[in-house]
């Protein structure tokens, strides 16, 4: 991180390291805040992430340099967000790749969303489960190029190469994914769900609490019967 982005304070009535705030996604409140310790390897969590829905912390706004104020970059962690944030990136951390049930309105004001997770598998699932709820029409998926180490993420590519972060997160925005869509009807979790679109947003609707299984017998061109499962 910059040096001046972030200080300490030594005097004792402070507490030692980070302490973020935590805000609920349904009502903007602080639910939760999360102590990071100053060599950055211990985080811990007072109150819960989820208590009131996904929880968040996004760049305060006012910055000299941001960039778009259309634009919204998610992340998985504080620190990937501030990397982001000193740039003039707006962007938004959710503090765990399975922390992905935003209400799809909370994103209404902004054209495009870039998810930035992690390079690993619960990055990638994550990445995947939150922008299908975002909407795949505005949301786009950060794509690490392959070869990429495991687990590697924003700020590893601000510790790599600090001068040219700019530069090579520019280079890698132009490898971001379309969202795959979601068919109309699916099953998740022994339910049925489908897409219920209002003014462009879109919301899964669970229709039932379990499946019945219907064998039926169906006529093939060659005259031949098979049994399939609707």
């Known amino acids: ?28 409140k602080i639910v939760a805040i999360q102590k990071i310790s100053p ?18 912390w996004i760049t305060p706004g006012g910055r000299q ?23 003039g990136y ?17 994103f209404k004001n902004y054209e495009k969303i870039i998810v930035c997770f992690d390079n690993d ?3 990638g ?24 180490p495991d ?6 590519i601000l510790k790599k190469n600090a001068s040219g972060f700019e530069v090579e ?12 869509k979601q068919a109309d009807y699916w099953i998740e979790n022994n339910s049925y769900f489908y897409l219920k679109t209002i003014q462009k947003v879109s919301f899964p609707i669970k229709v039932s609490n379990f499946i019945i299984d219907i064998e039926k017998d169906t006529e093939l061109s060659d005259g031949y019967e098979q049994k399939r499962i609707l």
């Open 121 to 123: 598998s619960e990055g």
């Open 39 to 56: 060599d950055f390897k211990e985080k811990k969590f007072n109150g819960s992430v989820k208590s009131e829905g996904a929880g968040y």
């Open 169 to 180: 997160f520019e280079k890698l925005l132009k490898n971001v994914k379309p969202v795959k």
């Open 151 to 156: 687990k590697f993420d924003i700020n590893d």
């Open 65 to 87: 340099k941001q960039k778009n104020h259309n634009t919204l970059y998610i992340v998985e962690s504080f620190v990937n967000s501030v990397t982001l944030g000193m740039y």
């Open 125 to 148: 699932k994550g990445a995947e489960k939150i922008a299908k709820s975002i909407g795949t029409e505005k949301c786009l998926i950060f794509s690490w190029p392959e070869g990429t």
């Open 1 to 28: 991180i910059k040096a001046g982005q972030i200080k300490y304070n030594n005097d004792a009535k402070y507490t030692t390291g980070l302490v973020v705030p935590v805000y609920n996604s349904k009502n903007n």
């Open 90 to 106: 707006n962007s938004m951390c959710v503090f765990s790749a399975k922390n992905t049930d935003f209400p799809p309105q909370f």
